[in-house]
DNA sequence: ACAGTACAGTTATCC
DNA sequence: CTGTCCACAG
DNA sequence: GGATAACTGTACCTGTGGACAG
């Protein structure tokens, strides 16, 4: 069985010798003994692994967690590696490596230093340009120069050049291992040397990232495309590709999230027509929004309200109806719109005026309170989002099946899924019946002891300080902070965000939050519903509308 | 519904 | 020569 | 002059050394 308790994969600072092999063999085995059925086409490739020695399974690791395919033999050289020449051969022998290999033309621009540029351009055009730079000189090649030839065509007396194979393997081995294109072998290291701690996690065999070959190809597939519109490449060819993925099932938000990217970018190309299809076809709330805008200027002021209506119909997040009301009825005061079944209440805003500093206005409203008696931190959304996680710690990792997938994982899969506290409906009561203890501040000051640094998305510890625990805990009313956490669960991904900037407390241990607003910015969508919803549970928050000079 | 996200700051444009 | 960038390492 | 959209910057382990551009 593969060892996935992050505790036994925690070693001495700093790394044992050949740290990075055995974190590497870590996760090939495990890929390999739980992942088998998904590794069809890479069956050779375990007995050639195996086959290898120590110091050749090394090196192959080095190379390939390193950039680029192309390695001179220079640049293998590695102190714990005794026998460089020997794992060479090894690799080589086992179709590991490509000794000789055919080097196209850009990749060449890619592996050579200048000074090798100019020692290989005097050997082929029997002279050295004076003016050599990165990315030009492979114009100074003749124009009937191959685009591909074998190293030693470029470069006959050239040292000695290899190409590792099968990048691919290893690639999806980590994408296998990990559940995403997100991490890499770093978190091992990072875990190592405890410059990251995760939540220890039992370990079962039904916890798998994909369920089945074709769900991790179309991964990659979508993982493609975004990178090919990150590159600049037509819109148009993408969009094809995207829309005829076939049904993606749990990936589907990553897809609708792609679409609307495309199609912001098309409609910056202006290929209107693209866009309207792409964020027709997104399910993705901002989608709509974008379509709704992009439609606008060719709608009837009653047609844009029958099709406003009708999306709002798709949208479920309150954020996005404010977004739709502000493409009909644009310059509208909030209380006048119409969706929200209730008017939002405005918020209410104390003015400040202040010498324009260096430091961040938030800072400086801090001082100026500092003055009036008010102390206070910038905490943005840490302060609740992480008093929530602290409470809510045993439902958010516990080991449901599916959720947990690799050992450095900083939440389950499904945290921001509508289901997610009904998959937990125990551990959940289990959470929230502790809350109402009495000693509820004590329990949560314990869970901070506890968990202080481990790794958990909703929380940041430099901004979750035990002081700032302490005193939250201590001021603030219980019903305040309910009635908080229970938003929270009505929507944890919107919700966690727009919390006010700042917490303040005075000398009689009362507090207040304060959301600042310099003169140019302004309350955006998730700010004002935190605020009208803490006005309403007569939680005491403010803007604070700063003016300078 | 699952690694890009959050927020402030700047500029340009509209009304 | 200097500063910036980035690949690499742990 | 306020509202709005569009775009940018910065943070998410840290340190080092080579390569490059000026
Ligand atoms: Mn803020
Ligand atoms: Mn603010």
């Known amino acids: 069985m593969p060892k996935l308790d992050p505790s036994q994969l925690r ?65 293998l050289i590695y102190s714990e590696i005794k026998h460089p020449e020997q794992a060479l051969a090894e690799l080589q022998a086992l179709d590991w490596l490509e000794p000789d290999p055919e080097v196209s033309q850009a990749e060449l621009a890619n592996c050579l230093t200048l ?89 079962h065999p039904d916890n798998r990232p994909f369920a089945n070959r074709e769900q991790l190809l179309l991964y990659q597939q979508l993982n493609t495309l975004a990178k090919a519109l990150e590159a600049g490449e037509p819109v148009c060819a993408i969009a094809a590709q995207l829309m005829a993925l076939p049904e993606l099932g749990w990936m589907t938000h990553s897809r609708d999230k792609l679409m609307l990217r495309l199609g912001l970018e098309a409609q910056r190309q202006g290929n209107l027509e693209l866009a309207e299809q792409l964020w027709h076809t997104s399910q993705h709330p901002e989608a709509k929004v974008r379509l709704l805008r992009l439609l606008k200027p060719r709608l009837r002021a009653a047609e844009l309200v029958a099709l406003g209506l009708e999306l709002r119909q798709g949208v479920q997040q309150p954020e996005y109806w404010l977004a739709l009301e502000r493409v009909i009825w644009p310059r509208q005061p909030l209380e006048q719109r119409q969706w929200l079944g209730q008017a939002l209440t405005a918020p209410k805003v104390t003015s400040l005026v202040l010498a324009k500093g260096e430091q961040r206005v938030e800072q400086q409203v801090l001082q100026a309170m500092a003055q009036q008696g008010w102390q206070g931190q910038h905490v943005e959304n840490h302060l609740f989002v992480g008093l929530f996680a602290l409470c ?84 603030i009313a219980k019903e305040h902070l309910t009635a908080i956490f229970t938003r929270l669960w009505q929507d944890l991904r919107h919700h966690s965000r727009g919390l006010p900037d700042l917490i303040l407390f005075d000398q009689q241990g009362n507090y207040q939050l304060m959301e600042v607003k310099s003169p140019t910015d302004r309350l955006q969508d998730q700010q004002r519903l935190w605020l009208a919803f803490m006005q309403q549970q007569g939680i005491p928050a403010c803007v604070c509308q700063v003016r300078w000079q």
């Open 11 to 75: 070693a001495a600072d700093p790394l044992q010798p050949w740290y990075y092999l055995h974190n590497a063999r870590t996760l090939i085995n495990h890929c390999y003994q739980l992942y088998s059925d998904l590794l069809t086409p890479w069956q050779q490739q375990w007995s050639a692994w195996q086959a290898l020695g120590q110091e050749a399974q090394a090196l192959l690791v080095r190379m390939l967690m390193r950039k680029g395919e192309l390695f001179f033999a220079r640049q």
């Open 115 to 203: 000074a090798q540029v100019k020692e290989l351009l005097a050997q082929r055009l029997g002279r050295v340009p004076s003016k050599l730079r990165a990315n030009t000189w492979l114009g100074l090649l003749p124009a009937d120069t191959a685009e591909h030839q074998a190293w030693s065509a470029w470069w006959p007396q050239g040292p000695r050049l290899y190409r590792v194979k099968h990048q691919l393997w290893w690639q999806e081995l980590q994408l296998l291992f990990f559940g995403n294109a997100h991490q890499d072998m770093t978190d091992f290291v990072l875990s190592e040397l405890q410059t990251r701690r995760y939540e220890p996690l039992p370990w």
């Open 392 to 475: 809510f710690w045993p439902a958010i990792f516990a080991p449901v099946k599916g959720a947990f997938f690799n050992p450095f994982q900083d939440r389950p899969r499904d945290l921001f899924h509508p289901d997610f506290a009904s998959r937990r409906q125990d551990i959940m009561a289990d959470c929230w019946q502790q809350w109402q203890r009495e000693d509820y501040r004590q329990l949560l000051l314990e869970r901070w002891q506890a968990k202080q640094g481990t790794a958990c998305s909703l929380i940041h510890w430099p901004k979750l300080p035990l002081t700032l625990v302490e005193q939250a805990l201590a001021c």
